[in-house]
T-cell receptor, first 112, second 116 residues
Framework: RKEVEQDPGPFNVPEGATVAFNCTYS??????FFWYRQDCRKEPKLLMS???SGNEDGRFTAQLNRASQYISLLIRDSKLSDSATYLC?????????????FGSGTQLTVLP | NAGVTQTPKFQVLKTGQSMTLQCAQD?????MSWYRQDPGMGLRLIHY???????DQGEVPNGYNVSRSTTEDFPLRLLSAAPSQTSVYFC???????????????FGPGTRLTVL
């Protein structure tokens, strides 16, 4: 079982729709959680960190459910420019230190 | 600031050849890392460094070497290329270990490597 799992999609939604992605993680000791955005054939960029109480940045809301070990990303009022792959990342012990472990990404296409 | 730069952007190798992927950052970041990204696999950590002279293995280190002689540079060496190393390679840097959540990790534009 992968340590971080995401539904690969693709999610195809009309402009203005609300869409949500989930990401599950297997290590209950994980402490930090993030969402990254990756445009086609480009490098990943940090979208937002995920805090225990949930957090919002404009149209984006991130939530953490420690009991069920998943994080979620909600995008409201989708724009064409939101089309990208969304990667979740969780800190998991790898060797001698904790490192970021990424999910395989969820592809989103916002349609006009 | 140029941020994180990587060269080359594209590379084709034959099985058994060796090469070095270059990575440099001008943000005075202590922490640097190399990832590979394959379809359906996400980003996987190859090696990382917490400062000049210090490197450690990540999740998938076999077949790769790294060194960190300066804060700015973190080259990745493929010792004897294999088709299984066909991938997109990303270098990244941050002030400290990004898994701690205090510092943002910045990625370079990537190197697309094909091994025939």
């Amino acid at each position: 079982r992968k340590e971080v799992e995401q539904d690969p999609g693709p999610f195809n939604v009309p402009e203005g729709a609300t869409v949500a992605f989930n990401c599950t993680y297997s290590n209950s000791a994980s402490q930090s959680f993030f969402w990254y955005r990756q445009d086609c054939r480009k490098e990943p960029k940090l979208l937002m960190s995920v805090y225990s109480s949930g957090n919002e940045d404009g149209r984006f809301t991130a939530q953490l459910n420690r009991a069920s070990q998943y994080i979620s990303l909600l995008i409201r009022d989708s724009k064409l420019s939101d089309s990208a792959t969304y990667l979740c990342a969780v800190n998991i012990r790898t060797g001698s230190a904790r490192q970021l472990t990424f999910g395989s990404g969820t592809q989103l296409t916002v349609l006009p | 600031n140029a941020g994180v730069t990587q060269t080359p952007k594209f590379q084709v190798l034959k099985t058994g050849q060796s090469m070095t992927l270059q990575c440099a950052q001008d943000m005075n970041h202590e922490y640097m890392s190399w990832y590979r990204q394959d379809p359906g696999m996400g980003l996987r950590l190859i090696h990382y460094s917490v400062g000049a002279g210090i490197t450690d293995q990540g999740e998938v280190p076999n077949g790769y070497n790294v060194s960190r002689s300066t804060t700015e540079d973190f080259p990745l060496r493929l010792l004897s290329a294999a088709p299984s190393q066909t991938s997109v390679y990303f270098c990244a840097s941050s002030y400290s270990n990004p898994s701690g959540g205090r510092d943002t990790q910045y990625f370079g534009p990537g190197t697309r490597l094909t091994v025939l």
